[in-house]
């Protein structure tokens, strides 16, 4: 396997325990595309964005390098799943209106990425990237969700996730825009909340070098901070979307 695969083992909770991206960023991509004929969901790993891209665009090509990710893939009538690299997705030259790389430029070769994103879209399409680093619940909760992050498992993060951390600092290889802001919300109870922790390529590194589960470090601690109760909680996740735009030159004008 030439790619560095960190998600077919648990791609099944993968699915189930990721967040949902906002109804809106989808209607925002299709208001700015040239046209709303094909979009390419590069890195679709279990299909979410490509689902919501195929509620504005005509089509959507969504490909993974992970045979188990597609086939946990959410099914849509417009979409159309293919397992392939980013670096050689096989699509036809100058089709694509717009790419979406949704929480998965960090594990791209980068140059070769953006000489197949060039050879792919239109003379005017975009390629918009979004990436999304911790949440937010509330203090207590975060607190102990950080030190998870960065103490427990963070010797075990793929080198690439510092890429998500710095995700605005990335070089881009299109004229980029000025874009709105937008986050992912989701009510969700401590059950779920574990769940999506174990879905972290760290956590699953952790388990898989000490034959032990890295959350039951948190568990008491979480299961206070979360008042030890069964009520969900509204988890916010804030997105960085980038935006550039094919057949433009000169310098990135980029608002900060």
């Given at each position: 396997m030439s790619f560095k695969d960190h998600f077919?083992?648990?791609a099944a909770n993968y699915a189930k325990f990721r967040p949902r991206y906002p109804q809106e960023l989808f209607d925002y991509l299709g208001s700015i595309a040239p046209s709303r004929q094909l979009a390419w969901d590069c890195?679709?790993?279990n299909g979410q964005a490509a689902v919501g891209l195929a509620?504005?665009?005509d089509h959507v090509?969504?490909?993974?390098?992970?045979?188990?990710?597609?086939?946990?893939a959410q099914a849509h009538e417009r979409v159309e799943y293919r397992i392939a690299p980013a670096e050689n997705s096989g699509i036809e030259s100058g089709t694509i209106d717009l790419i979406m790389v949704a929480q998965a430029l960090h594990w791209f070769d980068l140059d070769r990425f953006r000489a197949e994103a060039r050879r792919v879209?239109?003379?005017k399409g975009l390629l918009a990237a979004s990436a999304y680093n911790l949440l937010h619940i509330e203090p207590a909760i975060d607190e102990v969700i950080n030190r998870y992050y960065y103490e427990v498992v963070g010797p075990f993060w793929p080198p690439e996730r510092v890429l998500v951390e710095?995700?605005?600092e990335l070089p881009?290889?299109?004229?980029?825009?000025?874009?709105?802001?937008f986050e992912m919300i989701a009510q969700w109870n401590l059950e779920h909340l574990v769940g999506y922790l174990r879905s972290w390529s760290a956590t699953q590194r952790f388990i898989a070098a000490n034959q032990r589960d890295p959350l039951d470090e948190i568990a008491d601690e979480l299961g206070a901070a979360w008042d030890k109760t069964k009520q969900t909680r509204r988890v916010?996740?804030?997105?960085t979307l980038r935006v550039g735009i094919k057949g433009y030159s000169g310098t990135n004008q980029k608002k900060n």
């Amino acid at each position: 396997m030439s790619f560095k695969d960190h998600f077919s083992k648990q791609a099944a909770n993968y699915a189930k325990f990721r967040p949902r991206y906002p109804q809106e960023l989808f209607d925002y991509l299709g208001s700015i595309a040239p046209s709303r004929q094909l979009a390419w969901d590069c890195g679709t790993g279990n299909g979410q964005a490509a689902v919501g891209l195929a509620s504005v665009f005509d089509h959507v090509i969504a490909t993974d390098a992970s045979e188990k990710q597609i086939s946990n893939a959410q099914a849509h009538e417009r979409v159309e799943y293919r397992i392939a690299p980013a670096e050689n997705s096989g699509i036809e030259s100058g089709t694509i209106d717009l790419i979406m790389v949704a929480q998965a430029l960090h594990w791209f070769d980068l140059d070769r990425f953006r000489a197949e994103a060039r050879r792919v879209l239109t003379p005017k399409g975009l390629l918009a990237a979004s990436a999304y680093n911790l949440l937010h619940i509330e203090p207590a909760i975060d607190e102990v969700i950080n030190r998870y992050y960065y103490e427990v498992v963070g010797p075990f993060w793929p080198p690439e996730r510092v890429l998500v951390e710095k995700f605005e600092e990335l070089p881009f290889p299109f004229f980029e825009i000025q874009t709105p802001s937008f986050e992912m919300i989701a009510q969700w109870n401590l059950e779920h909340l574990v769940g999506y922790l174990r879905s972290w390529s760290a956590t699953q590194r952790f388990i898989a070098a000490n034959q032990r589960d890295p959350l039951d470090e948190i568990a008491d601690e979480l299961g206070a901070a979360w008042d030890k109760t069964k009520q969900t909680r509204r988890v916010i996740w804030p997105l960085t979307l980038r935006v550039g735009i094919k057949g433009y030159s000169g310098t990135n004008q980029k608002k900060n």
